[in-house]
């Protein structure tokens, strides 16, 4: 992870929904030169994503009564997290891929060109790559060539990393409740322990909060 965090390429992180794939996009950021810059998270599946990416301009659609930025201007020379984006909808994907080819794009009913330089970390729970298969499935689905992929198993199935991802937790709940760091019992490190799935991230982070 730290090799390819020092660089500026697109990464791909699959896997099974709740495993951590957005604490990965975010050691990747925080390891990157881009770490003081911001790192700008989007739920694919949950938004608009076209009009969220890319912004619009007032006046632009029926509503639009004021002009919005989008994620990609906040974004630039820092890190756009695009999780679930295997979710996203068809129609913005080209668009998207351009960014990431030209690093450039017009928000929606602007005739200006916004040139940016954002490092794209993706997730997903889906196959991509038997996605783009299917013929109805524009090319724009399809995510650089250079793209680094990173399959990332469940916790059931890499027990060596839960004495970090505990670590993790811990410091995120101290920070949250303004508290010193605790020592946390050694059966709480077991991703099985108070849960009863112990597949996922999300179901240990839920049993730590917990405890």
């Not at 604490?23 to 739920?43: C, D, G, Y």
């Amino acid at each position: 992870m730290e090799a390819v965090a020092g660089t500026n390429t697109t990464v791909l992180i699959t896997g099974e929904t709740g495993i951590g794939k957005e604490v990965i996009a975010r050691a990747i950021h925080e390891l990157s030169p881009r770490r003081n810059r911001n790192l700008v998270k989007v739920n694919c599946a949950a938004v608009p994503t076209g009009l969220l990416l890319f912004g619009h301009e007032r006046g632009a659609f029926t509503g639009a009564i004021n002009s919005h930025v989008g994620r990609y201007a906040p974004a630039d020379r820092g890190t756009l997290f695009l999780d679930e984006i295997g979710d996203m909808p068809l129609e913005p994907q080209p668009k998207r891929l351009r960014v990431l080819q030209e690093r450039e794009f017009e928000a929606v009913g602007s005739t200006r060109t916004t040139r940016v330089d954002v490092r794209v970390v993706a997730a997903t729970n889906q196959d991509l790559k038997q996605m783009v298969r299917d013929p109805r499935v524009p090319p724009g689905l399809a995510l650089p060539a250079e793209c680094f992929s990173d399959f990332l198993p469940p916790l059931r199935e890499r027990k060596a990393d839960i004495p970090e991802f505990v670590e993790y937790l811990v410091q995120q709940f101290a920070n949250f409740m303004d508290k010193t760091n605790e020592t946390i019992p050694g059966k709480q490190c077991d991703p099985s322990f108070g849960t009863p799935d112990p597949a996922t991230f999300e179901s240990s982070k839920t049993t730590l909060r917990a405890a």
